[in-house]
Nanobody, 125 residues
Framework: VQLQASGGGLVQAGDSLRLSCAVSGRTFNPRHMAWFRQAPGKEREFVATIRWDPGYTLYADSVKGRFTISRDKAKKSGYLQMNSLKPEDAAVYYC???????????????????WGLGTQVTVSS
């Protein structure tokens, strides 16, 4: 199983970016996909998660209303639409997936067994 995150880049404050996460592995069917981020000198933090079916979502308070997580089941891919980006959103963004159903721990990194390498998001003020 491999997760490939892409779509990061350098943008100005107020701009938008769309991150993608493609899941490979024919027999792997994700139950949840999440995005986490880690800024230099800081711990990895939860951004958003989606239950693959039926698509329930959960967001960190810091991104609620600005970011939208979604998935395309046919493409086995997840997305993170980031609008109104702020300098404090700058970080390496990681996608993660779980093959088991997660309940109360969906916002914790330990709930996800599969991780991508990350994509850099830089936001200039």
């Amino acid at each position: 199983v491999q997760l490939q995150a892409s779509g990061g880049g350098l943008v100005q404050a107020g701009d938008s970016l769309r991150l993608s996460c493609a899941v490979s592995g024919r027999t792997f069917n994700p139950r949840h996909m999440a995005w986490f981020r880690q800024a230099p000198g800081k711990e990895r933090e939860f951004v958003a998660t989606i239950r693959w079916d039926p698509g329930y979502t959960l967001y960190a308070d810091s991104v609620k209303g600005r970011f939208t997580i979604s998935r395309d089941k046919a493409k086995k891919s997840g997305y993170l639409q980031m609008n109104s980006l702020k300098p404090e959103d700058a970080a390496v963004y990681y996608c993660a997936a779980s093959s088991t159903t997660i309940s109360s721990t969906a916002a914790t990194s330990s709930a996800y067994a599969y991780w991508g390498l990350g994509t850099q998001v830089t936001v200039s003020s």
